[in-house]
């Protein structure tokens, strides 16, 4: 019981008036007095809102989903690119659909444009002289660093290094995409791995949600040292090249800070804190599920069977114990590793091409599908992303000559041909895996169209509900409306933390604006296939804005703002959170004007919560500026609006961080807590160190710039100094984590 019902509860006792569970009326006489006092009227706790109402919304709900059949097939992605021998990579960068390189076997990388109608590509890098061709070793792996054309021009390469007998080599370049140019002189060797013969080697590298480099190496036929921890054969391995050569993630399984195994040691002894699974045979491609983070390899077997690993750190994934989910060892105990998704014999293919989880728009009936094949037998299958281990792979289609894949930005999967150098037909590169079916969800290219906002007259529709919140997510300074609307008939759940979960086909609505000037219509769409974001770009005019299929930055009367990708919405926007963010009821437990009532109490009583909540009974976020509360609750308040979509249990990260009001400091894992970035000129740095906010890695991050440190890392370009003012404040009176 809390405080108001018990107080509520001694009111009732002193009227004096008990009812009697015959519901007869038994009188206590007052000695003090002839007659009894008269009955205490109590209020209701949480009156309802009189005037509170719920419009109808006939016109801001998302198109209705197209249903599409037919099976999947591959077309040609670029039908008139000329062909280019021996392709095994293809990658854009993070932050720019415009174009793909593609990496060629022999120490060669290609410019093209993301182009249906391309006619040419341009050599941008070869460095054959040192790359050795022997077996299966090559020029093997590719990756944009994350903030590619922001604050980075390095790409990463993966080769076998023809001047060290075919050694593994990961380095980083850079890429003038002025001259559209990558600098073979910039090479900087980051970590090497001695290859003794030209087989089982792995070769494919990548960067995670988290911001990670990960990389696969092979067993080179060393089966046994892929059970041994002290060297990289036969691993998957996770690291930080922000500095140089790099640093080991605090959070690697392995990691307790020992050396790092920037070279192959035969007298090593302590694990290499680089390795983040183990116990692959020849984990030739892998890749990171762009919506959850997670890491899938496909793993060459040997005699018998072909598998698809789902990664989980620290795993160990079998070989040469086992092969696929079956033990090939005497005495072999199956509980003592991680056994695969799926694996096939034989009669179904001998060497695994591991593939992409769909995450695109074009085949919805594979959305959530991972995606690989087999090179000679041609034959590709799909399993589902949450598949349990053991599952069954389905049949997908027949495509033959197939060496590894390419998901795009946008979450489309394509096929690679390797063929020789004397291939002259035009098209047979790349081919995009569509036509698939089922359920596709899309948002008109107008804002005006969407039927939820008037562009001439700024104005929302009826049945859209606009609200403010108590403490806003910093944007570059950009000014903020924000409004809600869902189908008739639907009902809000609310969770115990307070998270909305909407209905399918609801829509969220922030409109950014410098001044009186709107930039950005921002939505986010409950989807039947999943949440999913949408940026519109105000014209000049502003009359109209017109939906964007990448993101950008632009400036307008001196005011800079950032656009999302779609891809990057799903960064803050996260399943833990509930996707929805600001939207919950510790933002909304606020009085506002335009209602004239508490927003909490105007929308149980409008009829849109499935159940009542109110705001007598609910928490409450602060702003920055309400000095009737304490900075401790000013500050937590900012870090769970800024911070906690991604530093909260269930995300997929780097860090362990608790940034959410409810949590106490020290539940919190940053009072007196070591950072994961060591080089920011502070070893004695924390992430907040008690009573020095100079010396506290949260602060440093707030107030920084640099694309490679700033937080929060999408859409951001400015400090918020008001904001990082007062947690310095906050951090300087700390004196304990208690």
Same mark, same amino acid.
């Not at 494919?204 to 089966?223: K, P, R, T, V």
């Not at 990691?255 to 040691?265: K, L, R, S, V």
């Not at 998270?499 to 921002?522: A, M, V």
């Given at each position: 019981?809390?405080?108001?019902?018990?107080?509520?509860?001694?009111?009732?006792?002193?009227?004096?008036?008990?009812?009697?569970?015959?519901?007869?009326?038994?009188?206590?006489? =007052?000695?003090?007095?002839?007659?009894?006092?008269?009955?205490?009227?109590?209020?209701?706790?949480?009156?309802?809102? *009189?005037?509170?109402?719920?419009?109808?919304?006939?016109?801001?709900?998302?198109?209705?989903?197209?249903?599409?059949?037919? #099976?999947?097939?591959?077309?040609?992605?670029?039908?008139?690119?000329?062909?280019?021998?021996?392709?095994?990579?293809?990658?854009?960068?993070?932050?720019?659909?415009?174009?793909? +390189?593609?990496?060629?076997?022999?120490?060669?990388?290609?410019?093209?444009?993301?182009?249906? =109608?391309?006619?040419?590509?341009?050599?941008?890098?070869?460095?054959?002289?040192?790359?050795?061709? =022997?077996?299966?070793?090559?020029?093997?792996?590719?990756?944009?660093?994350?903030?590619?054309?922001?604050?980075?021009?390095?790409?990463?390469?993966?080769?076998?290094?023809?001047?060290?007998?075919?050694?593994?080599?990961?380095?980083?370049?850079?890429?003038?995409?002025?001259?559209?140019?990558?600098?073979?002189?910039?090479?900087?060797?980051?970590?090497?791995?001695?290859?003794?013969?030209?087989?089982?080697?792995?070769?494919?590298?990548?960067?995670?949600?988290?911001?990670?480099?990960?990389?696969?190496?092979?067993?080179?036929?060393?089966?046994?040292?892929?059970?041994?921890?002290?060297?990289?054969?036969?691993?998957?391995?996770?690291?930080?090249?922000?500095?140089?050569?790099?640093?080991?993630?605090?959070?690697?399984?392995?990691?307790?800070?020992?050396?790092?195994?920037?070279?192959?040691?035969?007298?090593?002894?302590?694990?290499?804190?680089?390795?983040?699974?183990?116990?692959?045979?020849?984990?030739?491609?892998?890749?990171?599920?762009?919506?959850?983070?997670?890491?899938?390899?496909?793993?060459?077997?040997?005699?018998?069977?072909?598998?698809?690993?789902?990664?989980?750190? @620290?795993?160990?994934?079998?070989?040469?114990?086992?092969?696929?989910?079956?033990?090939?060892?005497?005495?072999?105990?199956?509980?003592?590793?991680?056994?695969?998704?799926?694996?096939?014999?034989?009669?179904?293919?001998?060497?695994?091409?591991? /593939?992409?989880?769909?995450?695109?728009?074009?085949?919805?009936?594979?959305?959530?599908?991972?995606?690989?094949?087999?090179?000679?037998?041609?034959?590709?299958?799909?399993?589902?992303?949450?598949?349990?281990?053991?599952?069954?792979?389905?049949?997908?289609?027949?495509?033959?000559?197939?060496?590894?894949?390419?998901?795009?930005?946008? @979450?489309?999967?394509?096929?690679?041909?390797?063929?020789?150098?004397?291939?002259?037909?035009?098209?047979?590169?790349?081919?995009?895996?569509?036509?698939?079916?089922?359920?596709?969800?899309?948002?008109?290219?107008?804002?005006?169209?969407?039927?939820?906002?008037?562009?001439?007259?700024?104005?929302?529709?009826?049945?859209?509900? *606009?609200?403010?919140?108590?403490?806003?997510?910093?944007?570059? /300074?950009?000014?903020?409306?924000?409004?809600?609307?869902?189908?008739?008939?639907?009902?809000?759940?609310?969770?115990?933390?307070?998270?909305?979960?909407?209905?399918?086909?609801?829509?969220?609505?922030?409109?950014?604006?410098?001044?009186?000037?709107?930039?950005?219509?921002?939505?986010?769409?409950?989807?039947?296939?999943?949440?999913?974001?949408?940026?519109?770009?105000? =014209?000049?005019?502003?009359? *109209?804005?017109?939906?964007?299929?990448?993101?950008?930055?632009?400036?307008?009367?001196?005011?800079?703002?950032?656009?999302?990708?779609?891809?990057?919405?799903?960064?803050?926007?996260?399943?833990?959170?509930?996707?929805?963010?600001?939207?919950?009821?510790?933002?909304?437990?606020?009085?506002?004007?335009?209602?004239?009532?508490?927003?909490?109490?105007?929308?149980?009583?409008?009829?849109?919560?499935?159940?009542?909540?109110?705001?007598?009974?609910?928490?409450?976020?602060?702003?920055?500026?309400?000095?009737?509360?304490?900075?401790?609750?000013?500050?937590?308040?900012?870090?769970?609006?800024?911070?906690?979509?991604?530093?909260?249990? /269930?995300?997929?990260?780097?860090?362990?961080?608790?940034?959410?009001? #409810?949590?106490?400091?020290?539940?919190?894992?940053?009072?007196?807590?070591?950072?994961?970035?060591?080089?920011?000129?502070?070893?004695?740095?924390? +992430?907040?160190?008690?009573?020095?906010?100079?010396?506290?890695?949260?602060?440093?991050?707030?107030?920084?710039?640099?694309?490679?440190?700033?937080?929060?890392?999408?859409?951001?370009?400015?400090?918020?100094?008001?904001?990082?003012?007062?947690?310095?404040?906050?951090?300087?009176?700390?004196?304990?984590?208690?």
């Amino acid at each position: 019981m809390n405080i108001k019902q018990t107080y509520s509860s001694l009111l009732l006792i002193g009227s004096l008036t008990l009812i009697a569970c015959n519901d007869t009326k038994i009188e206590i006489s =007052n000695h003090d007095s002839e007659q009894p006092d008269p009955p205490v009227e109590v209020p209701p706790q949480n009156p309802a809102i *009189e005037h509170a109402v719920r419009l109808n919304n006939d016109s801001c709900v998302p198109p209705a989903a197209v249903v599409t059949t037919g #099976s999947p097939t591959k077309t040609k992605a670029f039908p008139n690119l000329p062909a280019i021998p021996n392709v095994l990579a293809m990658v854009q960068p993070q932050n720019d659909n415009s174009y793909w +390189l593609l990496l060629n076997r022999s120490g060669k990388v290609f410019h093209i444009e993301n182009n249906y =109608n391309v006619t040419q590509f341009n050599q941008v890098l070869d460095i054959g002289s040192k790359v050795s061709t =022997n077996g299966e070793m090559g020029m093997t792996g590719i990756a944009f660093h994350p903030n590619f054309g922001q604050a980075e021009n390095r790409v990463f390469i993966l080769y076998n290094d023809i001047n060290n007998q075919g050694r593994s080599t990961l380095s980083s370049f850079n890429f003038d995409t002025t001259n559209w140019q990558i600098n073979a002189n910039s090479e900087k060797v980051i970590l090497t791995l001695d290859q003794p013969i030209p087989f089982h080697n792995g070769g494919d590298i990548a960067f995670g949600n988290d911001g990670m480099l990960y990389a696969s190496f092979g067993d080179s036929e060393m089966d046994f040292h892929s059970q041994n921890l002290h060297n990289l054969y036969g691993s998957l391995i996770r690291i930080d090249v922000d500095t140089y050569p790099y640093t080991i993630p605090n959070d690697n399984p392995f990691n307790t800070g020992q050396a790092i195994c920037q070279h192959f040691e035969d007298t090593r002894t302590s694990d290499c804190p680089e390795v983040f699974a183990y116990g692959f045979r020849n984990p030739w491609r892998f890749s990171i599920d762009s919506q959850t983070g997670i890491p899938w390899v496909g793993d060459v077997g040997d005699s018998r069977y072909e598998e698809i690993d789902r990664i989980i750190s @620290g795993g160990n994934y079998g070989w040469p114990i086992m092969e696929g989910a079956h033990c090939i060892q005497a005495n072999c105990d199956q509980s003592a590793y991680q056994l695969p998704i799926s694996d096939y014999g034989r009669d179904s293919g001998v060497s695994v091409v591991g /593939g992409y989880v769909y995450r695109g728009t074009e085949s919805p009936s594979l959305f959530g599908q991972y995606i690989f094949g087999d090179i000679y037998s041609g034959n590709f299958w799909q399993v589902a992303a949450d598949a349990l281990v053991g599952t069954d792979e389905s049949s997908l289609i027949s495509s033959h000559g197939i060496a590894a894949m390419a998901q795009g930005n946008n @979450g489309e999967v394509y096929q690679l041909q390797f063929f020789s150098d004397d291939e002259t037909e035009t098209g047979i590169n790349v081919y995009k895996i569509s036509g698939g079916g089922g359920v596709n969800a899309t948002m008109p290219d107008k804002l005006s169209d969407t039927g939820c906002f008037d562009p001439i007259n700024k104005s929302s529709a009826q049945g859209v509900f *606009e609200y403010s919140i108590n403490n806003s997510l910093w944007s570059d /300074g950009a000014l903020k409306q924000r409004a809600f609307a869902i189908p008739n008939n639907t009902k809000i759940d609310v969770q115990l933390d307070g998270d909305f979960l909407f209905p399918e086909n609801s829509i969220l609505i922030k409109h950014f604006l410098d001044g009186d000037t709107f930039l950005e219509t921002r939505l986010l769409v409950n989807h039947s296939t999943g949440w999913q974001g949408y940026s519109y770009e105000w =014209n000049s005019e502003q009359t *109209e804005a017109n939906l964007l299929s990448s993101g950008k930055t632009t400036k307008r009367d001196g005011f800079t703002h950032t656009f999302p990708s779609q891809n990057q919405c799903g960064s803050c926007h996260t399943n833990a959170a509930n996707f929805s963010l600001g939207v919950e009821v510790s933002q909304l437990n606020k009085q506002d004007p335009n209602i004239n009532a508490n927003q909490v109490d105007y929308l149980t009583s409008a009829g849109y919560f499935s159940q009542p909540i109110w705001s007598s009974e609910s928490d409450k976020l602060f702003a920055l500026d309400d000095s009737s509360v304490s900075l401790e609750d000013r500050a937590k308040s900012y870090l769970h609006s800024n911070c906690s979509g991604c530093h909260r249990p /269930g995300t997929t990260n780097r860090s362990t961080m608790d940034l959410r009001m #409810s949590t106490p400091l020290n539940n919190m894992n940053v009072c007196e807590s070591d950072p994961i970035l060591t080089n920011l000129g502070d070893d004695s740095a924390k +992430l907040i160190k008690l009573g020095d906010a100079d010396s506290s890695v949260l602060l440093m991050r707030m107030k920084s710039n640099d694309q490679n440190l700033t937080m929060p890392p999408i859409a951001r370009l400015k400090e918020d100094t008001a904001a990082t003012q007062l947690i310095s404040e906050w951090i300087n009176t700390l004196q304990t984590c208690d």
